[in-house]
């Protein structure tokens, strides 16, 4: 739009309608970042132009799957930006699945230019991101996305390994197998370690030494003491609250004198999921 128009609009009003003003080579830019299939997010605004009258802005993406950054440009014509909001309109993501960045950008391909984030946070198909929105928010603020996670049952012998997937971050919340002794003569004794894909950095270890051909419950959870309850054969262990764990760290067993027919088995986990991508 002509500066001209602008400035004859400014004229009559008396102050700008809006704190955005959209150039005619403006337009929104929406990055998603999630983490579940079927997700469809719709970005609607609204655009007050020079003659007066109030465009609707109405677009649609399709989110990547594994967490990584999908991009796309929504045109918009020249005018003041009143408002607008980004939600889910398909699937049922979590909060902590699928988070939302909205900004202004000069020009419409992959260079164009950032010019001002409008909005950023999770959205889901009951909580929309409205735009503009004074305080963006961060992937990893909130509550994040309750992941109760079925892990891979090792092969006899071997240890229990499950690692965080690329773009998220975890917290471990709790974290449950069974240890199936074989009749060789040795005493187990079990640990949970966490690494960063190489390195250990957390040994949490239940203390009990555990016979030939016997089959314990372990569990482990977030400020859980440590119990051997004698007949009822599961043995609890402590975890450090907030703890988190980043793209490729994994939690592991470690199991002292592990012999080969010994078999990890209902290996089940609850973690708190945040995306990293941003």
Do not use: C
Not at 49 to 58: K, M, S, Y
Not at 121 to 133: D, E, I
Not at 241 to 270: E, F, K, P
């Amino acid at each position: 739009m002509p500066a001209s128009d602008a400035t004859t609009l400014l004229q009559t009003r008396f102050a700008a309608p809006a704190l955005q003003y959209l150039r005619a080579d403006d337009n929104l830019r929406v990055t998603t970042y999630n983490a579940l299939a079927s997700v469809i997010v719709t970005v609607r605004a609204r655009v007050l132009t020079a003659d007066g009258t109030i465009e609707d802005v109405n677009d649609t993406q399709t989110p990547n799957t594994d967490r990584t950054a999908k991009t796309s440009i929504t045109r918009t014509s020249a005018g003041w930006l009143l408002g607008g909001q980004v939600f889910v309109s398909s699937a049922a993501p979590l909060i902590g699945q699928t988070y939302v960045v909205v900004e202004i950008v000069r020009g419409e391909s992959t260079a164009a230019i950032a010019l001002q984030v409008l909005a950023s946070g999770y959205v889901t198909s009951k909580q929309p991101l409205p735009f503009p929105m004074p305080m963006p928010e961060s992937s990893l603020d909130g509550p994040g996305a309750l992941r109760s996670i079925a892990g891979t049952t090792p092969a006899a012998g071997a240890e229990i390994s499950e690692t965080v997937p690329t773009g998220a971050r975890w917290e471990l919340l709790a974290f449950a197998a069974l240890l199936t002794t074989a009749v060789a003569a040795a005493n187990r004794i079990v640990q949970l370690t966490l690494d960063d894909g190489a390195a250990v950095y957390g040994r949490f270890s239940n203390q009990q030494n555990q016979a030939a051909s016997l089959a314990w419950n372990y569990s482990w959870g977030e400020g859980l003491p440590l119990l051997n309850s004698g007949g009822l054969l599961v043995v609890h262990g402590t975890l450090p609250v907030n703890n988190g764990l980043g793209s490729g760290h994994r939690i592991r067993t470690s199991t002292t004198a592990i012999q080969a027919a010994d078999q990890w088995s209902a290996v089940q986990y609850l973690v708190r999921e945040f995306l990293e991508g941003a």
